[in-house]
Structures are given as C-alpha cells and as structure tokens.
C-alpha cells in the first residue's frame, strides 16, 4: 500500500472533464486507487465519487493505492493530478 499528498494547483484538476479523465486513468490498473479530502473518500475509479470531493486549488489530496501494480498507478494518478 502506497499513501502520497499531492498538492492540487490547477482550479480544473477535478472538474467533471478531468474527473472522468482520472478515473479512466485509475481504471488501467488492478490496485485499489482511493482519493482522500478533508472527511470524504472517493474510489479514484468513479468520477461521480471524485466530483463529490469538491477539490479546491491550493489544498493537497491524499491518494491512496494498494494492490500488485500500486506504484505504476500512484505515479499514473500523480501525474494527472500534477498537471
């Protein structure tokens, strides 16, 4: 299991474009990919849960991945995310 705080920069990282984008990202992989904020947690693989976070630019999220290929998939989602 893999727990890393990303900075969020971009206003638009989890907008409902890029939250689709994010979970087809996460869906690539067989790891359990999970996203944290504040006192809610969205599976990284449902863009409807990722919406429900309501992300806000200069906060850091942490993600969570856990299963055989949790690094490729936490360095996936990072970069998604980073962007």
């Known amino acids: 299991m893999i727990r890393k705080d990303i ?3 971009n206003p638009s990282v989890l907008d409902l474009q890029n939250a689709a984008l994010l979970a087809q990202v996460a869906s690539a992989f067989r790891s359990k990919i999970y996203i ?3 006192n809610k947690k ?3 693989k449902s863009h409807m849960g990722l919406l429900t976070l309501n ?3 200069g906060t850091a999220l942490k993600v969570i991945a856990d299963g055989e290929d949790c690094l490729s998939a936490m360095q996936a989602v990072e970069k998604h995310l980073s962007r």
């Open 36 to 38: 944290e904020y504040g």
């Open 7 to 9: 900075l969020i920069r």
């Open 55 to 57: 992300v806000k630019p």
């Open 42 to 44: 969205a599976n990284a």
